[in-house]
């Protein structure tokens, strides 16, 4: 056998984060956009819509008017999924069925009170104003005495499950900390214990070094395609200095992270020539009152477009019953994005 290649050969790669495993068959596919390349014809929306419940001044789908409101505005999920007066209650019969009671606050952010905006069209300045607020929540939040994780997360697309197209994204408070923040905290920890530093911060470290799959750079953060990516072109937004959640950082970095999200997403709008689809959010420490030291900011970013606007990557067959599968490598998504 000829000199293993990860440009061509299947193997499996370790997702450090999260400690699962990935499939990769380069084999299968040489080119990321082989086949037909379809244009979606652009929808352009109007700046206000007298039937959308986020524009300002409308009546939202609870019966309660939104204000006219010039910049992101923040309210309470009139439909939350989590409810902070939620009962305590425990259930376990055998050890097979068991539940908890979980409390929560849900917040829905509109990130402009322009319909037809997005994170790509945006101004810098108006999206340091989105970050301004989800700080201003986080902290908020946090101080909740049942509130031990705040997810902070954008849906966007109709693919997606976004229900509305007007600009905004979601933040979930509970009393829990979720799987996959539960899966990183784990992770960070385990690395802290065996080499005494920090993952991401070793990470980053050999990713610029190797310059293999890093998209985008400014002087606090960098966007690259994880060396163990499920999406197509996934990616992940880290800060540059060590820092665990939104109450740390720094004005001037929160200028280079609205830099940063908007080349970002820029650049996903410009792939297929259509507004990207993708749920994205922050992970950042848990708030149940220790320390950790271990944990390292980040942001993510799970698009599932494949190979044009209207070609699609499902989670099926095996990756339902196996585990998570791609094509294309990381490497080869990295450099159509950095390229654009």
Not at 24 to 48: A, D, F, L, M
Not at 211 to 240: C, G, M, Q
């Amino acid at each position: 056998m000829n000199e293993f290649n990860l440009k061509e050969n299947p193997h499996k790669r370790f997702n450090a984060l999260t400690g699962e495993w990935i499939l990769v068959s380069p084999h299968r596919t040489s080119r990321p956009w082989q086949g037909k390349i379809e244009n979606t014809p652009k929808k352009e929306g109007p700046e206000y819509d007298p039937n959308c419940y986020l524009c300002p001044g409308n009546k939202r789908a609870g019966n309660v008017q939104n204000p006219d409101y010039k910049e992101t505005f923040v309210f309470t999920n009139d439909f939350s999924s989590l409810l902070p007066e939620s009962k305590n209650f425990s259930l376990n019969e055998n050890d097979l069925l068991i539940a908890e009671g979980e409390q929560g606050i849900c917040r829905v952010v509109c990130f402009s009170p322009r319909h037809d905006l997005s994170l790509a069209n945006m101004t810098e300045p108006e999206i340091g104003k989105v970050i301004e607020v989800w700080k201003k929540e986080f902290i908020e939040l946090g101080e909740n005495s049942f509130i031990n994780y705040v997810q902070i997360f954008e849906n966007k697309g109709e693919i997606m499950g976004c229900s509305n197209p007007h600009p905004h994204g979601q933040i979930w408070a509970q009393s829990s900390i979720p799987v996959e923040p539960m899966k990183e905290t784990n992770q960070f920890k385990k690395y802290v214990e065996k080499h005494e530093r920090c993952l991401l911060c070793d990470y980053l470290k050999l990713e610029l070094d190797l310059n293999e799959r890093v998209v985008a750079e400014n002087n606090d953060f960098i966007t690259f395609v994880p060396f163990w990516a499920v999406w197509p072109f996934e990616t992940v937004i880290i800060s540059k200095r060590h820092f665990k959640n939104l109450s740390e950082i720094r004005d001037t970095e929160i200028d280079s992270f609205s830099n940063i999200l908007k080349i970002t997403t820029s650049k996903y709008d410009k792939l297929f020539d259509v507004s990207f689809p993708y749920s994205a959010g922050i992970h950042q420490s848990p708030t149940d009152g220790r320390n950790h030291f271990e944990w390292h900011f980040h942001y993510h970013f799970y698009p599932p477009l494949l190979r044009s606007a209207t070609i699609k990557k499902f989670m099926v067959g095996y990756e339902m019953l196996a585990n998570p599968q791609r094509d294309i490598t990381a490497e080869l998504s990295a450099e159509r994005l950095r390229n654009l």
